[in-house]
């Protein structure tokens, strides 16, 4: 069966689920544990976080598990539970007609509510974690749910326990976000303010519809739209140096864009060291990096896996050659 995911790669698996509630997950898993208990199982979303090398010999579980429930109010804050299979920005767009807000920096993200709260999915300086307030799951292994608060999932930048110790052990059925009922814009991100104004809009008297379309239309602008052109959104993690390592690049590209980040380390955006190294628009075969913004790559056309993956290689090596800088990539090689 086909898999589909936004890189538009050829992937087939041995048999694909779709789920729409806990208790059709825990039903599909015992099926799964009994007749195809020697196979690997893979949980995922969109598929825009993926990058396929090939067919997967196993088991693909995808949710579509909806709902939107408003759990609590009050006077500044709501607390609502999502289903993990709504896709995020379609949550985004009805949370800001509720009047609930705090999402609108990450809008038109592609993906899943449960993808974005295991990827920790971030623009424009905020981060799914900001507002996420509990997530919950079922283990893959005996269906039994279990529950972590915001700082049991270990955020951090792209980061999440999800991805690292707890990586495909469990479903993420919901995700408990926090919303404000008082729109406060974040605007601290470089270009966003300005990006304000060259709209037409003034700041003081913005609305977070207004600043929904703001972001929209960079993103746009910047961004390949998967439906036209395969890719996963951006490619590599920003990399995150110590401060000495940073100072001792600045010296030499003092034009480097350059963030504060977690104690004495400094983030780096791997779009310019991508773009100094040459190969912002390039191509390796089939595959290439975006020419608008060379973090992304981009399927041509009938790209494998390989192919992707070759590019990727190649530019690791460039980068690291010049600048001393290990790239990571954020995309999952399956
Ligand atoms: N830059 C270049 N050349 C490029 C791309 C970027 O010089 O080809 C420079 C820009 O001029 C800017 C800096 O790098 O000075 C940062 O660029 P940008 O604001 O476009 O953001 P980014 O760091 O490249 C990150 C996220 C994006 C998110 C934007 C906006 C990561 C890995 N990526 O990109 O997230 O939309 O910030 O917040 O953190 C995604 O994860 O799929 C994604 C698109």
């Not at 909806?66 to 009050?74: P, S, V």
């Not at 807000?101 to 424009?124: D, F, H, K, R, T």
């Not at 190294?277 to 075969?285: E, F």
């Amino acid at each position: 069966m086909k898999i589909d995911n936004t890189f538009g790669i050829e992937a087939q698996c041995r048999k694909l689920i779709t789920y729409d509630s806990e208790e059709a997950l825990r039903k599909a898993l015992a099926r799964i544990h009994k007749l195809y208990a020697d196979l690997p199982l893979l949980h995922i979303g969109c598929g825009s976080n993926l990058l396929f090398l090939g067919n997967y010999e196993g088991i693909v579980l995808k949710s579509d598990i909806k709902g939107i429930n408003l759990l609590q109010e009050d006077e500044s804050e709501v607390t609502v539970e999502v289903g993990a299979g709504e896709v995020c920005d379609d949550f985004i767009a009805k949370a800001i007609r509720r009047g609930w807000y705090g999402m609108e920096n990450l809008s038109l993200i592609p993906g899943q509510v449960g993808a974005a709260a295991v990827q920790n999915i971030g623009a424009y300086g905020v981060e799914a974690c900001d507002v996420i307030d509990e997530v919950k799951g079922i283990s893959l292994k005996d269906g039994a749910e279990h529950r972590w608060k915001r700082v049991e999932c270990k955020y951090a930048y792209r980061r999440s326990i999800f991805k690292e110790e707890l990586w495909g052990k469990y479903a993420i059925t919901q995700v408990t976000f926090r919303l404000s009922k008082h729109f406060e814009p974040k605007l601290h991100y470089g270009g966003l303010a300005k990006a304000i104004e060259q709209a037409g809009l003034s700041i003081s008297t913005l609305t977070a519809e207004q600043l929904r379309k703001v972001i929209i239309g960079i993103r746009h602008a910047k961004l390949p739209d998967p439906k036209e052109q395969g890719n996963a959104g951006s490619f590599f993690k920003n990399p995150v140096v110590p401060k000495e390592k940073a100072e001792q690049l600045l010296a030499l590209f003092p034009t480097m864009p350059h963030y504060p980040a977690e104690e004495g380390k400094v983030k780096l955006a791997a779009g310019w060291l991508i773009e100094q190294a040459g190969w912002k628009g390039r191509s390796l075969g089939p595959a290439a990096v975006h020419d608008r913004q060379a973090l992304v790559l981009v399927n041509k056309g009938g790209a494998t896996g390989q192919d992707i993956q070759r590019l990727c290689e190649a530019i690791k090596k460039d980068v690291n050659e010049r600048f001393g800088i290990a790239l990571e990539p954020e995309v999952n090689f399956i």
